[in-house]
């Protein structure tokens, strides 16, 4: 069965305690601490892989956890650092965080791996907590905990251009016949339960991926029929190829055929309404009336409105090549930068709100901020990441401590330190 929904709990790993432990050796007296440090709880990664094509590995396995990071031990050892877990998704699939619907990631274009839950940093054993007035610390620092998150998955398709139409109007049999792509074809509604793809060779012309959309009905959009479930996969689509019917076999207008599912398209999201269009009418090899030509019809209604209709027959053949080559002329004219969903929600942004405290001082010209608050956002943030970066640079606003530097003097190029962190300021 074709997935492309799921919803899953993902939780990284604990870090490990440091431990408390003292030097114990013949003839060595007051041996000191020797409490080693915990390991790294593991994180959660997302990763693209290219052989799956749906979501059907979340449908029976719901949570999903990493390690915990080993405790540290005595004579300076260091607990083990946890194993990640590693959750293989198709390409285009994008991750929700479920109760606000914010993207965290979007698996597609050059994004092919990345870490969603970073795992808990290891506590500091008490051999780092002595010092001249307290040689014999008998506490440590504990492991950071987990991080936990129910997210929604959603796989969007990724293609150049989206059959649109209502069902039975011949959208698989045009697929099959201008790609390599095997759809299953019959006479009846809703064949095509899952969309399907292929790629458009031209002699002389730019190709193109084309995805064959389940079939749109009336209400489709507040969840009528089938059609509602398979709107998300026209999202990243820069172009739509409108199939219609045009001989009328089933009984319907051609005309209100299309004006029905554009209702629909703009009631899901105006934006992807907007996007270019144009409308293959199909099954011409079906039109017997000399009485009225359904194609004039189309061409007058939505031609004036810079919609172009391309006579069809997917049975036959008839017209397709004149369409395929003014779709590929369009698709050149437009932006060619893949549709991307940009990351709105960052999962350690709960950082931002929990109180703990930080300090703000100069020290021999180098300003030094530190506190719990700046080690936990450390030990969950990846900053080597472009995304982690920009959440950093939020923290930094949103917590005032931007504020707080400006206010002890800082200057451009000065330099500020946070724990293993060192970088120069710059508005």
């Given at each position: 069965?074709?997935?492309d929904?799921?919803?899953?709990?993902?939780?990284?790993?604990?870090?490990g305690?440091?431990?408390?432990?003292?030097?114990?050796e013949?003839?060595?007296?007051?041996?000191?601490p020797?409490?080693?440090?915990?390991?790294?709880?593991?994180?959660?990664?997302?990763?693209?892989?290219?052989?799956?094509?749906?979501?059907?590995?979340?449908?029976?396995?719901?949570?999903?956890?990493?390690?915990?990071?080993?405790?540290g031990?005595?004579?300076?050892?260091?607990?083990?650092?946890?194993?990640?877990?590693?959750?293989?998704?198709?390409?285009?699939t994008?991750?929700k965080?479920?109760?606000?619907?914010?993207?965290?990631?979007?698996?597609?274009?050059d994004?092919?791996?990345q870490?969603?839950?970073?795992?808990?940093?290891?506590?500091?054993?008490?051999q780092?907590?002595?010092?001249?007035?307290?040689?014999?610390?008998?506490?440590a620092?504990?492991?950071?905990?987990?991080?936990?998150?129910?997210?929604?998955?959603?796989?969007?398709v990724?293609?150049?251009?989206?059959?649109?139409?209502?069902?039975?109007?011949?959208?698989?049999?045009l697929?099959?016949?201008?790609?390599?792509?095997?759809?299953?074809?019959?006479?009846?509604?809703?064949?095509t339960?899952?969309p399907?793809?292929?790629?458009?060779?031209?002699?002389?012309?730019?190709?193109?991926?084309?995805?064959d959309?389940?079939?749109l009905?009336?209400?489709?959009?507040?969840?009528?029929?089938?059609?509602?479930?398979?709107?998300?996969?026209?999202?990243r689509?820069?172009?739509?190829?409108?199939?219609?019917?045009?001989?009328?076999?089933?009984?319907?207008?051609?005309?209100?055929?299309?004006?029905?599912?554009?209702?629909?398209?703009?009631?899901?999201?105006?934006?992807?309404?907007?996007?270019?269009?144009?409308?293959?009418a199909?099954?011409?090899?079906l039109i017997?009336?000399?009485?009225?030509?359904?194609?004039?019809?189309l061409?007058?209604?939505?031609?004036?409105?810079?919609?172009?209709?391309?006579p069809?027959?997917?049975?036959?053949?008839?017209?397709?090549?004149?369409l395929?080559?003014?779709?590929?002329?369009?698709?050149?004219?437009?932006d060619?930068?893949?549709?991307?969903?940009?990351?709105?929600?960052?999962?350690?942004e709960?950082?931002?709100?929990?109180?703990?405290p930080?300090?703000?001082?100069?020290?021999?010209?180098?300003?030094?901020?530190?506190?719990?608050?700046i080690?936990?956002?450390?030990?969950?943030?990846?900053?080597?990441?472009?995304?982690?970066?920009?959440?950093?640079q939020?923290?930094?606003?949103?917590?005032g401590?931007?504020?707080?530097?400006?206010?002890?003097?800082i200057?451009?190029?000065d330099?500020?330190?946070?724990?293993?962190?060192?970088?120069?300021?710059?508005?």
């Amino acid at each position: 069965m074709f997935a492309d929904r799921a919803k899953i709990f993902i939780r990284s790993g604990k870090g490990g305690d440091g431990h408390v432990s003292f030097r114990r050796e013949l003839y060595v007296p007051n041996g000191g601490p020797d409490g080693g440090d915990g390991g790294r709880g593991g994180d959660v990664i997302f990763e693209v892989d290219e052989g799956l094509n749906t979501l059907q590995d979340f449908r029976h396995r719901k949570k999903f956890s990493a390690k915990d990071g080993e405790q540290g031990g005595k004579r300076r050892c260091h607990g083990k650092d946890a194993e990640d877990i590693i959750l293989r998704v198709p390409e285009g699939t994008v991750i929700k965080e479920s109760e606000s619907g914010k993207v965290i990631a979007d698996m597609s274009g050059d994004n092919r791996r990345q870490i969603v839950l970073k795992g808990g940093k290891g506590g500091l054993g008490n051999q780092h907590f002595a010092t001249a007035t307290m040689q014999i610390p008998k506490y440590a620092q504990p492991g950071q905990p987990a991080q936990e998150l129910w997210v929604n998955l959603e796989l969007k398709v990724i293609a150049d251009v989206g059959l649109v139409g209502f069902p039975n109007v011949g959208k698989s049999t045009l697929l099959s016949r201008v790609t390599n792509a095997q759809p299953k074809i019959a006479n009846y509604h809703f064949t095509t339960l899952n969309p399907n793809l292929g790629v458009v060779d031209l002699e002389g012309a730019s190709g193109f991926v084309i995805a064959d959309i389940p079939g749109l009905i009336e209400g489709a959009s507040e969840g009528v029929g089938l059609g509602h479930e398979f709107l998300r996969h026209i999202e990243r689509t820069k172009m739509m190829i409108h199939v219609v019917d045009a001989a009328g076999s089933e009984g319907r207008d051609p005309v209100d055929d299309i004006h029905k599912i554009n209702a629909e398209l703009e009631a899901y999201n105006p934006e992807i309404a907007a996007r270019p269009q144009v409308i293959a009418a199909n099954k011409t090899d079906l039109i017997y009336s000399e009485d009225e030509d359904p194609v004039a019809r189309l061409k007058a209604e939505f031609e004036p409105k810079g919609i172009r209709v391309f006579p069809i027959s997917g049975a036959t053949g008839v017209g397709i090549s004149e369409l395929l080559y003014y779709v590929s002329g369009e698709i050149a004219k437009l932006d060619n930068t893949p549709i991307v969903f940009e990351q709105e929600y960052f999962p350690e942004e709960e950082l931002l709100y929990i109180d703990l405290p930080y300090t703000v001082e100069k020290e021999d010209n180098v300003y030094v901020v530190e506190g719990p608050k700046i080690e936990k956002m450390l030990g969950y943030t990846n900053l080597d990441s472009e995304k982690g970066f920009a959440f950093f640079q939020k923290f930094l606003k949103d917590t005032g401590i931007l504020d707080e530097l400006e206010e002890a003097g800082i200057q451009e190029g000065d330099t500020v330190r946070m724990y293993g962190l060192q970088f120069d300021y710059y508005k």
